[in-house]
């Protein structure tokens, strides 16, 4: 798999972080449980019908089970769209986007579960956890 590391976009950075609010609709579909599908080769199926699944997913936390950990989207057993997983203080742990199971785009890695103090400390954190993907358009 391609990657680049980017350390200095702060524009890049300010677009992933619209990527939040993006995910969740698939169709008008209600999300599924991760939890409720099952693994198969790398790809997520119906454990009732062994069918490849496709629609908006979620998986809570597991000592928090009302608490959202993972929300996104799968299309034919793979992930596809926006991915978000949180901490478990709500602090967006990963995020970023997928085009026929593949990372693409840019990516935010937050390993930090509390945010710095300073807001610029917090954005050159933000810059040098990024990760550059190929474009979403070029994978699908």
């Known amino acids: 798999m391609r990657h680049r590391r980017s350390r200095g976009s702060l524009s890049v950075v300010l677009l992933s972080a619209g990527l939040v609010g993006l995910v969740g609709s698939c169709g008008g579909a209600a999300p599924q449980d991760l939890q409720d599908l099952s693994l198969r080769d790398s790809l997520y199926v119906n454990p009732s019908t062994g069918l490849p699944f496709s629609g908006p997913v979620f998986k809570p936390f597991p000592d928090i089970p009302e608490q959202v950990q993972l929300e996104g989207s799968l299309r034919d ?40 103090e300073s807001v610029y400390d917090q954005l050159v954190r933000e810059v040098e956890s990024m990760g550059l993907y190929p474009p979403c358009e070029e994978l699908q």
Do not use: I, Q
Not at 95 to 110: D, H, K, L, V
């Open 77 to 116: 057993g793979f992930w596809e769209g926006e991915l978000v997983v949180y901490h478990a203080n709500g602090r967006v742990r990963y995020m970023g986007s997928f085009a026929e199971g593949a990372r693409c785009g840019p990516w935010t890695e937050n390993a930090d579960s509390v945010a710095t």
